[in-house]
């Protein structure tokens, strides 16, 4: 435990990074003990306290408080490296970092993820979806799909290997840790439809473009990505402007997220400036709140598999303070029951929405 403290002491204070709300940065990969490193400079760190005194007691956390690409990859670097088991015995690596909704189709029954695969599978097969695929995809052709921030690629796997398997898929994300799960664990020879590629800082970010030629592509898949979240800020108009780039006239946008229900309602002046026309919306509010009290065993068995993984949890004075502040921040990343991001849900100031957007230009 004195060799800890003395690491951690040095981490906290040496240039290297040890804050994973704001220091990591997305293009790098963190190794197993670069991950515990982190841990234990952010538990020795000011921000602990900070976060124990001025935060409620439902594990809020303002965005300006954090940075999405660096808490992202601390997230991705944990889902890789904790072994995770359900409340039923079913062990599982998290590859769904997807609050998903309920009900959910009979084939995903007992599935510790099956909420993900639940939002994944509605957001391809939407009625616009399927009229498409009708009209347009002929036998032997392929339908082409790009979804921008992919995660893990866990839902790019789903659909190219299930919902759409003759669908060639290319998933981008802008976090490398998600990127190397994505080509390890699904990108693998039985399912050469899927490619998996990092753009570094994410598409539209600085000018950032799809690594795809204009007019080339059926669908564009966003789910549950941290666009939007805030504001239709600059942006948010800078990926819906590379959308409609790539897209097929008359091809789909096909956006699913818990986004503030202001956010949705300035969607729309934004992406109909564009050419953009949507055709089809499903309010999936009350079931997204459904499936996250249906995961509350489940989370809670992931959120202390977390603390239990990192050493820095076991520090004297440090470790148990750490440890409530961790669970509370995860937690409510998660939306989990009793968290300010789930009670937005229940309250409908966050609207969880699927939509089908038809490129008109």
């Known amino acids: 435990m004195t060799v800890l403290l003395a690491i951690g002491t040095y981490w906290m204070y040496s240039a290297i990074p040890n804050d994973p709300l704001s220091g990591l940065d997305s293009n790098h990969q963190l190794s197993p003990m670069e991950t515990q490193l982190v841990a234990l400079g952010f538990c020795m760190s000011p921000a602990v306290d900070m976060l124990l005194t001025d935060r409620p007691e439902d594990g809020d956390i303002e965005n300006e ?18 072994p995770l088991v359900n409340e039923f015995g079913v062990k599982y690596q998290f590859t769904f970092n997807t609050w998903g909704f309920s009900p959910t189709p009979k084939e995903y029954d007992n599935d510790p993820q099956r909420h993900g695969k639940s939002a994944y599978h509605n957001l391809v097969t939407q009625p616009p979806a399927l009229e498409y695929i009708a009209k347009n995809i002929k036998p032997g052709n392929h339908l082409e799909i790009v979804e921008i921030g992919c995660g893990t690629g866990a839902g790019a796997n789903l659909i190219s290997r299930q919902v759409h398997p003759t669908a060639n898929y290319l998933a981008l994300d802008m976090q490398a840790a998600a990127i190397d799960t994505c080509k390890t664990r699904h990108a693998t020879p039985d399912n050469p439809n899927l490619t998996c590629q990092l753009v570094p800082n994410g598409v539209g970010h600085g000018g950032n473009q799809a690594p795809r030629a204009d007019s080339s592509v059926d669908f564009v898949v966003i789910s549950e990505t941290h666009i939007a979240d805030v504001e239709i800020g600059d942006l948010e108009k800078e990926i819906f402007a590379e959308i409609r780039r790539i897209l097929k006239p008359g091809g789909l946008f096909l956006w699913g997220n818990a986004l503030p229900t202001r956010v949705w309602i300035e969607a729309d002046p934004a992406l109909n400036e564009l050419g953009f026309e949507r055709i089809h919306q499903t309010n999936h509010t009350k079931g997204a709140v459904v499936a996250r009290d249906e995961d509350y065993a489940r989370v809670e068995l992931v959120l202390d598999g977390f603390n239990d993984h990192l050493y820095a949890m076991k520090l004297p004075y440090f470790g148990k303070k750490c440890a409530v502040v961790t669970r509370k921040l995860i937690a409510n990343f998660f939306r989990h029951p009793g968290t300010n991001m789930y009670k937005t ?3 409908g100031y966050d609207s969880y929405m699927q939509q089908a957007w038809v490129n008109n230009k």
């Open 345 to 347: 849900m229940v309250t």
């Open 65 to 82: 408080d954090y940075v999405q690409s660096s808490i992202y990859a601390m997230f991705y670097s944990l889902y890789k490296q904790v």
